[in-house]
């Protein structure tokens, strides 16, 4: 049960405040963003997701540089508050195609029905795209894709087609097209975060993958589809043993620690020949989550050399090689390097 829902820009501006239960001051976005922004607790430079400040709990989530935030008075459970807001985010986005400030603005008050609908009094309805077009009614401002910012400064070095992500995510579920033509496509995307410690000698110390495989329909109808997977896909440490691993079985083995469907998905054939049958609902949604805790090649190697050139001054190389095609361009690389708080520069 949430008391307030209010989405924030990057500079504190409220672009949409709904207040359900009144409990909580009408003045609490400007002191949780206030909060946010000069947050210095414990040592952290960012605020946690979850934090109580005056006996109300705030929640939040980062959404293409939006604040997503919800308050409530009573100890709601973190996690479900959590899901709840990316969830709030994933259904406008379905909608409007395109999830900024400009387009949040230009259809406040197509997204104000949605949240009316999602909850009521606090407590949620739904959060199915589906099942929201039989209440929602208004229709989308869509704002041209093309107009958005770029990604950051590595923007710079990108190549003109490769400045704008697929074009899923910029399409609204429940806009038409112009001349009233049927669209008739499906999009899938495998993301993939990859978490990996190297030693100081460039050795990996642990590997980690959390991997989900999102889909966005358009398919007039919304006939059955079949996912098909690979073949030598083994669930659980147990599944494989080392022999078969490294027997001829097992070169194209693929080993996950676990996994999770979403509720449209029937697991009929899964056992059999590893594939997926599903009616894919409106909008976009996470077919499976996985995770991958086996030895992999990273994509890049890291070696680290430090040596002391003074009694003041240590000279730090950091080399950095991509081991992945020249085919394949990575952008918006971002390198941080943590150092003690009394270093100068």
């Not at 971002?334 to 708080?341: A, G």
Request: aromatic fraction near 10%; charge should be negative; charged fraction near 25%.
């Amino acid at each position: 049960m949430i008391s307030q829902f209010f989405v924030l820009s990057q500079r504190g501006d409220n672009i949409v405040f709904r207040d359900y239960r009144s409990d909580v001051q009408k003045g609490s976005a400007e002191i949780f963003f206030r909060k946010v922004k000069f947050w210095k607790e414990d040592g952290k430079e960012e605020a946690p997701p979850v934090f109580n400040l005056d006996g109300v709990n705030y929640f939040h989530v980062k959404v293409v540089g939006l604040l997503f935030v919800a308050t409530t008075r009573i100890n709601l459970s973190p996690s479900l508050a959590l899901e709840l807001l990316q969830r709030i985010a994933r259904v406008i986005k379905d909608y409007l195609g395109v999830l900024n400030e400009e387009s949040l603005r230009k259809n406040f008050v197509l997204v104000y029905e949605l949240l009316d609908e999602v909850v009521d009094f606090g407590y949620v309805q739904t959060t199915s795209t589906e099942v929201l077009k039989s209440y929602v009614f208004n229709e989308p401002i869509v704002v041209d894709a093309a107009r958005l910012p770029p990604l950051g400064p590595a923007a710079l070095f990108m190549q003109g087609t490769k400045r704008m992500p697929g074009t899923a995510v910029t399409k609204s579920v429940v806009a038409h097209e112009p001349g009233g033509r049927k669209r008739e496509e499906i999009f899938v995307d495998i993301i993939e975060k990859i978490s990996v410690t190297f030693s100081s000698s460039g050795y990996i110390l642990t590997s980690e993958i959390d991997g989900t495989i999102q889909m966005k329909s358009y398919l007039t109808g919304n006939p059955e589809i079949r996912l098909a997977l690979n073949d030598e896909l083994y669930i659980g440490k147990g599944g494989i043993s080392s022999y078969d691993y490294s027997g001829s079985s097992g070169t194209g083995a693929v080993i996950l620690d676990d996994c999770n469907f979403h509720e449209s998905v029937h697991l009929d054939s899964f056992d059999v020949d590893r594939t997926l049958s599903l009616v894919p609902p409106d909008g976009e949604f996470p077919v499976m989550n996985y995770r991958i805790t086996q030895e992999f090649k990273p994509p890049f190697s890291i070696n680290t050399l430090i040596e002391e050139a003074g009694s003041l001054k240590a000279e730090v190389i950091l080399k950095i090689r991509a081991d992945f095609p020249s085919s394949i361009t990575a952008n918006t690389i971002l390198v941080e390097m943590p150092l003690p708080t009394c270093t100068t520069r």
